[in-house]
């Protein structure tokens, strides 16, 4: 993607799911937002990315190789992500039998101590494969894969979710479900 996608992809990311008002919008509960606000608050507003049009960011969103964004009907928001509330309307659903968390070596003892936790975000993320968690882990230096026993976690009562863009969604695991390397 081109600097100037990723530069507006990142915008994006951080208005929609963490800061909308920092330019003035406000997400529906769901986390919505009609694209000409987004647009006119963003262009409103001081940025590096320069002026944004609707196809710019519907090329973003078409072209993210992690699907961030979801568009439908003159309306963007992010997948997932969130550290603002915004309830996504995902189904509880059955997760397979391992699930995978991309992390750093030093991320370790608070994670064997107290889980995956989210953080400040809304949930704890989880991959279907041990590649994209790789490449997870890999943003903040060198990776460390964990192994998550969902199904067995599950069975516990514990929800799951999967977002628009495939990852998996629940709010807590603990470490005794969690497979260290």
């Given amino acids: 993607m081109p ?18 008002e920092s330019i003035g ?15 006119t608050s963003l262009n409103a507003a001081p940025a590096a990315t320069g002026p944004v049009t609707i196809a710019a960011i ?29 309830d996504l309307g995902l189904e509880a659903v059955v997760p397979p039998e391992l699930l995978y968390h991309g992390t750093v070596e030093r991320s370790l003892p ?3 101590r107290a889980g995956l936790v ?3 975000r809304t949930h704890v993320h989880l991959s279907v494969d041990r590649a994209t968690a790789t490449a997870v882990g890999a943003r903040r230096g060198r990776p460390v894969v964990l192994v998550v026993r969902a199904a ?22 603990p470490p005794d479900f969690i497979d260290f390397p």
């Fill in 25 to 39: 919008v406000e997400l529906d509960p769901q986390g919505w937002v009609a694209l000409s606000e987004l647009v």
């Fill in 110 to 112: 608070s994670i064997r």
């Fill in 118 to 120: 989210p953080g400040e």
């Fill in 58 to 86: 519907e090329q973003v969103a078409a072209t993210s190789d992690k699907r961030r964004f979801e568009l439908r009907d003159g309306r963007i928001r992010a997948a997932q992500g969130h550290s603002v509330a915004v």
């Fill in 3 to 20: 600097d100037d996608r990723v530069r507006l992809s990142k915008r994006l990311s951080y208005v929609l799911r963490h800061h909308p």
């Fill in 152 to 173: 067995e976690l599950h069975g516990t009562g514990t929800t799951f979710h999967v977002a628009a863009n495939g990852v998996w969604l629940t709010a807590h695991v």
